[in-house]
């Protein structure tokens, strides 16, 4: 049994986009490619099958998804493929899912706060008066 904490789906997707502008990002870039794709794409595949596959516990083949597209990303991450490898690659494997959603949510973070935002509030850092602000 895994002692890892993972996110909740809400924590790592607080600030994602909507499922239709995510799927719009994954079907433009996966056109426009010329090279393999990245991380980030493999990443927010992940992330967007697993979001899926929670708002439709039902379907078998969007968890089924998930669960690949979220091996694929452990796989890639243990093999060099990512940043850095999982800290624990068993506690990765036991639960894909949970790595994607600790991962999305740092890959979320960083990029908001690279485009001038709060990572707790998403608003523009000069607006935030959030109280998790990271300058509060």
């Known amino acids: 049994m895994s ?22 990002w994954l079907t433009h870039t996966s056109n426009d490619w010329e090279a393999e794709l990245d991380r980030k794409y493999g990443l927010r595949l992940a992330a967007y099958w697993d979001r899926i596959a929670l708002n439709t516990p039902a379907d078998d083949e969007a968890a089924e998804s998930a669960e690949a597209c979220a091996l694929m990303l452990v796989n890639n991450d243990q093999h060099g493929g990512g940043a850095r490898p999982p800290r624990s690659a068993s506690a990765a494997e036991a639960d894909p899912c949970g790595y994607v959603r600790q991962q999305y949510r740092a890959w979320r973070r960083a990029d908001l706060t690279a485009s001038g935002r709060c990572p707790n509030c998403g608003w523009l850092t000069y607006q935030c008066n959030c109280a998790d602000h990271p300058d509060a």
């Open 3 to 24: 002692t890892t904490s993972w996110p909740t789906p809400e924590q790592a997707y607080a600030h994602a986009p909507d499922i239709a502008t995510e799927e719009a």
